[in-house]
């Protein structure tokens, strides 16, 4: 059982024709704030003073913003965006990571009824032809363009045709190109003009527009309305009623451009009047380490990360006691989205905790998407695994239909998106004749005879094939329990085999544990690793004893190929948050797939 205080597992279940069925929580869904704007200014009265956004300064301390001074730099931000006439389907965009500014201009457009639209800082920085960024913009045609550094963005900016279009810097605003400085948006005197702003706005009011990664072509943008992030926050809040018991402490580096890190952790500690230490570090190399010092200096009450974020802060937890148990202090629950977590990742977390404070930690997880706000279903009860992503939140239907062998879900509810910017194509061809949200995503129940145990993500049904035996494959499953099987030498892994006789692997591999059993130097090329024998036996041993918990050819991995190249944001295999798209990586390395089912001598063949 754990201690904290959450809203009984309960689930009513409606039988469809067919086979499919309903899940719904027996919970109304209370009334809720009508617009994000009621919380901001809920909180700057009951706790002016209290802490609201921090990020690291220059001399290294902790800048911050109380609510009662983000309500007032709010309001100034809002009365320059009116000041310049910009209109909502001009939208403003917003290049840079999470910052104190960044938050700003986006209240300040929620105040002003002008959506923002935070894009993935990759197709700026990271970009190498600007492709994407060119098409978000050519979507958008925004009329202010925000960046945190002019002279970091002058690049990517010089690529857009910013014709009638403000650019606006925190920093550098006469680097490259001539910007506003963004101190000036927050020195405006309001006017009785952001107050009749405010009142017009509706639920139905666009607040924002964020665009998903798409398995393949242009990113979509989705519509976020008011009450599809209020009636979010207020569903989240029933199941767990604990956030209304004391302020929550977040430090999150989740990007804002998706909807984990700015739907579900910004407006959690928003609408429940809690403080969020704004982390700049990531996990990769270069930059968890500064996430590694943020979390030596703020123990946090709520931890959420994605799988590939805990790989990464796992061995610094391991390998420091005073750390670990700083980390644990004051943790009510530790909480996992976005990708299937690895087992041992799971048991390694539980035994930190056990080590820190005698107990294990609550591990939690929900499931969604950029289209539902994000929240479709949540876990508020005790679990034991990773996989289960709990129930259907108040409010929130799932219908659960049969397709290629796996049970899809399908989502309504007030906090699903109206459709797509720009696209009413997109938006006809995403639901289905009863209203239902077209996930593409599969589940199953935890145990068939009682729902209220809980629904288990099954991964996307696009993602699984069949063998040329006709056998189906369940790639996510497989992928996460080989990510587990070989730890830590893999960090990630694809599945193939559509059309073939054989399970195969691609691996993204973590070089320096690989390295480590070679015996040879970290900085030796990571396709050499294909032919190391060290590194060979070492797969072949813990992929033999994977085979015998799964000998059935639909589980068994008969072979694998060590990638030379690392997951590409270009080319859209790996996001913000780390997850790797399973079907961009088959698709651009279809070379390496014919390789891997060849006689090459890289290929690792499991004996």
């Not at 990531?282 to 979390?295: E, V």
């Amino acid at each position: 059982m754990t201690g904290l205080n959450f809203a009984p597992a309960l689930v009513e279940r409606e039988e469809l024709p067919g086979g499919g069925f309903i899940l719904r929580s027996p919970m109304a869904l209370k009334p809720c704030a009508a617009t994000l704007c009621e919380h901001l200014d809920c909180w700057a009265g009951k706790a002016p003073d209290r802490p609201f956004l921090a990020q690291r300064d220059g001399a290294g301390g902790w800048r911050k913003i109380s609510y009662s001074d983000a309500l007032r730099q709010t309001r100034s931000v809002a009365q320059s965006l009116l000041d310049r006439a910009i209109t909502a389907d001009r939208p403003i965009m917003i290049l840079s990571d999470n910052s104190i500014d960044h938050a700003l201009l986006m209240l300040g457009g929620l105040y002003a009824g002008i959506p923002t639209a935070p894009i993935s800082p990759p197709y700026a920085l990271m970009s190498g032809d600007f492709g994407k960024l060119r098409q978000v913009f050519e979507v958008l045609k925004p009329s202010l363009i925000y960046v945190s550094d002019g002279a970091r963005f002058a690049k990517a900016l010089g690529a857009l045709d910013l014709d009638r279009v403000e650019v606006v810097a925190s920093a550098n605003p006469d680097a490259g190109l001539r910007a506003t400085p963004f101190a000036t948006l927050c020195q405006r005197q309001p006017t009785p003009r952001v107050d009749d702003a405010v009142a017009a706005l509706t639920p139905d009011t666009v607040a924002k527009i964020l665009f998903t990664s798409g398995s393949t072509g242009m990113p979509k943008g989705v519509i976020n309305t008011h009450r599809m992030l209020c009636s979010n926050q207020q569903a989240l809040a029933q199941i767990w009623p604990f956030l209304e018991e004391k302020p929550p402490i977040l430090v999150d580096w989740l990007p804002w451009s998706h909807t984990f890190g700015a739907n579900h952790n910004f407006n959690l500690v928003l609408r429940n009047g809690g403080t969020l230490y704004i982390d700049g570090g990531k996990p990769m190399p270069g930059l968890i380490g500064t996430s590694i010092a943020n979390l030596k200096d703020i123990a946090p009450t709520i931890y959420f990360n994605v799988p590939r974020g805990y790989d990464q802060l796992i061995p610094y937890l391991e390998a420091d006691p005073a750390f670990r148990d700083h980390f644990f202090s004051r943790l009510d629950t530790l909480f996992y989205a976005a990708a299937g977590l690895p087992q041992n990742l799971w048991q390694r977390l539980e035994t930190l905790s056990i080590e820190a404070r005698g107990t294990k930690i609550t591990m939690t997880s929900a499931w969604g998407s950029t289209e539902t706000a994000p929240l479709a279903t949540g876990v508020h009860f005790a679990i034991d695994r990773a996989g289960v992503i709990g129930l259907p939140v108040p409010g929130c239907e799932l219908k659960l239909v049969p397709n290629a062998g796996k049970l899809e879900i399908r989502v309504r509810g007030p906090n699903v998106t109206p459709g797509y910017y720009k696209r009413p194509d997109l938006t006809r061809e995403a639901f289905d004749e009863d209203g239902f949200l077209l996930t593409g995503d599969a589940v199953v129940l935890a145990d068939p005879d009682d729902p209220a145990r809980g629904i288990v993500f099954d991964g996307r049904v696009a993602e699984d094939f069949k063998l040329l035996s006709g056998s189906w494959v369940s790639a996510g499953n497989i992928r996460v329990a080989a990510i587990s099987a070989a730890d830590p030498m893999i960090q990630d892994a694809v599945v193939t085999g559509h059309d073939r006789d054989e399970v195969g692997l691609l691996i993204f591999a973590n070089a320096a544990e690989l390295a480590r059993v070679a015996g040879i130097p970290a900085a030796t090329p990571i396709g050499e690793f294909n032919v190391s024998k060290p590194v060979r036996d070492a797969l072949n041993e813990a992929f033999s004893r994977y085979n015998n918990d799964y000998p059935a050819s639909s589980r068994r991995i008969a072979r694998m190929l060590i990638m030379a190249e690392p997951p590409s944001p270009d080319r859209n295999e790996i996001t913000d948050k780390g997850y790797i798209n399973q079907r961009a990586v088959l698709e651009n390395r279809a070379g390496l797939i014919d390789k891997l089912y060849s006689n090459h001598p890289d290929v690792i063949v499991v004996s």
